[in-house]
């Protein structure tokens, strides 16, 4: 592995990394132009859902002059129409009559609770035992993964608007879920060498310095039945400074290709939104240097709604991540969570969208998958639509399923043209369930459970 630096110096190569929150917005948002009261619904907004940003994203990817509909800023910033006007002008009164922190933190709870803070189950399900004793911060959803939240990693070098786990950033203890016990979950990887990969996330892993890092990543080198480890991470978008200037850059790369070293694969799962965020040439050089540890970079994104929902965006990025060495994994659809009806892209035009965009790409790109959604029985793929005995549907089949027996079976669903999610799609063609509604398996330990109602 080489740690020198092949890049032109620029001035986010030596910056200092400093967030920004909720306290910063007025000021923040004021230089897009808008007025108070815009500027106070934005606040309002930022009570319910949580907010951080970092100088390299405000200063190096936003488009001042084209906010608020530049992509990265609606990325990164709370928009006034996320949430009911009702919620939001309630909030904003009680801020601009500068009511208590309690009374607004209250009311910002009760809107919370109405935006389904536990997608997929993701808080509630798939928590194994060792010992009969439940294991927070870890989920086995499928028997081969494991997935494993570092405490230290539940936060992010800045929040995505569209994130799944918002829920876990507002400060409620009963909505994180987060783990520093390593000798607990190699222990359980033990009694289960079915386990041929673990996955950490977050958060954001990223956002550990190495020697954090570290303690969470070489205990998992002396299971012999773990194959591969995954780092899911926005911090090449977001952060990349974090593998090329940050003190403990080189240390971390030696980490990295100590993984590769030991026989095991590390997959670097990189989440890229927009082709912007992969224009810095400074994110260049962390991909490289990634690359030369023997570290695989594997990218993915959801398809979010006035961020990258057209099938040119998506070939620019799966182009330009091919030419950089990386692989273009998933292609993913907006969990049924947070401001969902703000982001989610209706099924018919999701697929339409992939496949344009993976018609207009070579062969080397088409290791992508998707439209893909994470449910509760497992990672959905929208195949197609097709018109069978006169009724038009959906094809789909499972890419994971708790039920192993489900993976790669197509199934079929009533087209449905406003159709955002698994759970809005009926059976089609005289079915009266869908084969993730069968009876699950009754022993202990069963992967498979019923769906949402």
């Not at 292609?331 to 401001?339: H, K, L, N, S, W």
Request: proline letters at 8%; hydrophobic letters at 40%.
């Amino acid at each position: 592995m080489s740690l020198t630096h092949d890049m032109a110096p620029q001035a986010s190569a030596g910056r200092r990394f400093r967030a920004y929150t909720s306290k910063h917005l007025d000021e923040l948002t004021a230089r897009a132009g808008f007025g108070e009261e815009e500027r106070l619904a934005i606040r309002a907004v930022a009570t319910v859902l949580p907010f951080r940003v970092n100088s390299y994203v405000i200063d190096e990817l936003i488009d001042w002059d084209a906010a608020p509909d530049d992509p990265i800023y609606r990325l990164t910033f709370p928009q006034a129409d996320m949430l009911p006007e009702a919620d939001v002008a309630r909030i904003a009164d009680l801020l601009r009559k500068d009511a208590p922190r309690q009374e607004i933190n209250r009311v910002a709870s009760e809107v919370r609770a109405r935006l389904n803070p536990h997608p997929a189950g993701q808080l509630q399900l798939n928590l194994p035992k060792m010992d009969d004793e439940p294991m927070p911060g870890v989920q086995h959803k499928y028997p081969e993964t494991v997935l494993f939240f570092p405490k230290q990693g539940q936060t992010c070098h800045s929040y995505c608007t569209y994130c799944f786990r918002w829920a876990q950033f507002v400060g409620e203890p009963d909505l994180k879920m987060a783990s520093d016990e390593i000798d607990r979950l190699v222990a359980y990887l033990r009694q289960h060498p079915e386990v041929t990969g673990v996955l950490l996330t977050g958060g954001d892993p990223m956002i550990m310095g190495e020697a954090v890092l570290r303690r969470y990543i070489e205990p998992l080198l002396e299971v012999e039945t773990l194959e591969s480890i995954r780092i899911g991470t926005k911090a090449l978008a977001y952060w990349p400074q974090r593998f090329v200037t940050d003190p403990d850059a080189d240390d971390t790369l030696r980490l990295f290709e100590q993984v590769v070293n030991s026989g095991k694969n590390l997959a670097f799962m990189a989440h890229f939104s927009h082709p912007r965020e992969l224009e810095p040439d400074i994110v260049r050089e962390a991909v490289r240097r990634i690359r030369d540890t023997g570290a695989v970079i594997r990218t993915q994104a959801p398809l979010i709604r006035t961020i990258n929902d057209s099938s040119e965006t998506w070939a620019t990025m799966w182009r330009t991540q091919v030419r950089l060495g990386m692989i273009p994994y998933y292609m993913f659809v907006e969990r049924d969570t947070g401001p969902q009806d703000y982001f989610a892209v209706p099924l018919a035009q999701a697929y339409e969208i992939f496949r344009k965009a993976y018609n207009s790409v070579s062969g080397l790109a088409r290791t992508v998958r998707g439209p893909s959604m994470s449910a509760t029985p497992g990672k959905v793929c929208v195949d197609g639509i097709t018109e069978i005995n006169g009724e038009k549907v959906f094809m789909l089949h499972f890419i994971q399923a708790r039920n192993p027996e489900l993976v790669n079976r197509p199934f079929f669903a009533k087209y449905d043209e406003k159709a955002v999610w698994l759970f809005d799609l009926k059976p089609a063609l005289g079915a009266t369930r869908f084969p993730y509604e069968e009876e699950a398996p009754s022993e202990p330990g069963a992967l498979v459970d019923t769906p949402h109602p």
